[in-house]
């Protein structure tokens, strides 16, 4: 079976085509990467143009294989992204009082009975832990007795008009959508260890656009939410502070740019004219790092104030992840630790039973802008171990998206 792991982002469309084997590996067919358009902070603001984007993206796979665009796993980002915590109390039906997986789905669905507007649904339900008589933190209550479940869950919901012009982009392109998953999450299948999560983790994922972060801690999710301020400002900063073209801009970034400027000497220049003929200006590569420094410790600043209203600010044995194309600027590691107060590293994806047909293929996903299309990648291959008998005809209703994040 083919599969397409689709991030599709701000600046950038990552793909993966990958085949999953019956035995459960998944071997890597391709990966394309190219400049998307239409998209703004995460979500679609232009559909034509989006889907000019994808319809070039999608021709280059169908050389692959041809059915590979009928199960298309795809990421779903934005500001528009709320959560919110909800419980759901059933009493177990049996006489002999064990609980069975009826009682279990019985009390998942009632805690989904949370407040929204018409124009928004539920994307994911994540479980935190299950409270059987007042007794919690269960991870499986299946088997055992009580009179009373609970379960205390996180909800996850869209913006629908959002969802649905993502999944019309896909569709007019000549693709069909086979799941969806908020972006930090699949991140998070590939970057993060289970003793990460166990130990509390922060991860933090700078893309383009936007920066999303999720909180893991026992191996549970605590908190996750979606910062309006990605690399793609940074970018913008140049461009105000050199007086030069955005795309000249983003060049110098990725050439010169650095996170730290207590790294950069101040006898480093950097010549615009490289980059720009029009452009005469020399300027010093520390006056970049600062303007890059500032941006950053702003974005650290949100995380941390995310830490805060959950009172683990600091208080993360784990650290901080971080991954998204934003997590390459040199020193940002060390800028994330001085802000956060936390050990920071940065995070590389990894996809575990994988075959690459192709050994430069292979060492191209291992780089944090890959983080969100291999970790769609691992969920549909374990999705497809779960279900055994699952086709590329069959379609992913919403409701069943995301088991793999529950405990």
């Known amino acids: 079976m083919f599969i397409i792991a689709l991030d599709l982002g701000s600046g950038k469309i990552k793909t993966l085509v990958v085949e999953i084997q019956k035995n459960g590996k998944l071997s890597l067919l391709g990966v394309f990467k190219t400049p998307s358009a239409g998209i703004r902070k995460g979500e679609i603001a232009n559909i034509e143009e989006t889907v000019r984007s994808l319809s070039h993206v999608f021709s280059e796979i169908k050389r692959l294989h041809k059915n590979a665009l009928k199960n298309i796993f795809v990421n779903v980002n934005g500001t528009g992204i709320k959560m919110q915590n909800s419980r759901g109390i059933v009493a177990v039906s049996r006489s002999d009082n064990e609980i069975y997986q009826e009682d279990i789905d019985r009390v998942l669905k009632a805690s989904q009975a949370v407040n929204l507007s018409p124009n928004r649904m539920v994307l994911h339900t994540l479980t935190k832990e299950f409270i059987v008589d007042g007794v919690g933190d269960i991870r499986d209550p299946l088997g055992m007795t009580g009179a009373r479940l609970e379960v205390n869950s996180l909800i996850i919901d869209a913006f629908s008009p959002a969802i649905k012009n993502l999944i019309k982009c896909i569709e007019v392109s000549g693709g069909s959508v086979a799941g969806l998953i908020y972006g930090p999450l699949s991140a998070g299948v590939s970057v993060l260890s289970k003793a990460q999560k166990e130990l509390g983790t922060v991860l933090v994922d700078i893309g383009f656009g936007t920066t999303g972060m999720c909180v893991y801690e026992e191996d549970k999710l605590l908190q996750a939410a979606a910062i309006p301020v990605g690399a793609g400002n940074i970018t913008n900063d140049l461009a105000i502070g050199l007086k030069c073209p955005v795309k000249t801009a983003e060049k ?93 590293q940065i995070g590389i994806p990894e996809i575990k039973n994988l075959e690459s047909k192709n050994a430069q293929s292979g060492g191209q996903i291992e780089e944090p802008e890959f983080s969100v299309a291999a970790g769609l990648a691992v969920w549909a291959g374990e999705q497809r171990l779960k279900q055994g008998n699952w086709s590329p005809s069959d379609k992913f209703p919403l409701k069943r998206i995301l088991r793999y994040f529950m405990p």
Not at 327 to 338: D, N, Q, R, S, V
């Open 252 to 344: 110098i970034k990725l050439a010169f740019g650095c996170a730290s400027p207590k790294e950069v000497s101040v006898k480093e220049k950097v010549e615009l004219g490289e980059f720009d003929e029009n452009l005469k200006t020399i300027v010093s590569r520390k006056f970049l790092a600062e303007i890059i420094e500032s941006r950053l410790a702003e974005i650290f600043e949100f995380v941390n104030n995310e830490l805060k209203s959950i009172g683990k600010a600091g208080r993360l044995p784990g650290g901080a992840i971080l991954t998204g194309g934003g997590a390459k600027m040199p020193g940002i590691a060390e800028l994330a630790k001085h802000e956060l107060k936390l050990s920071s």
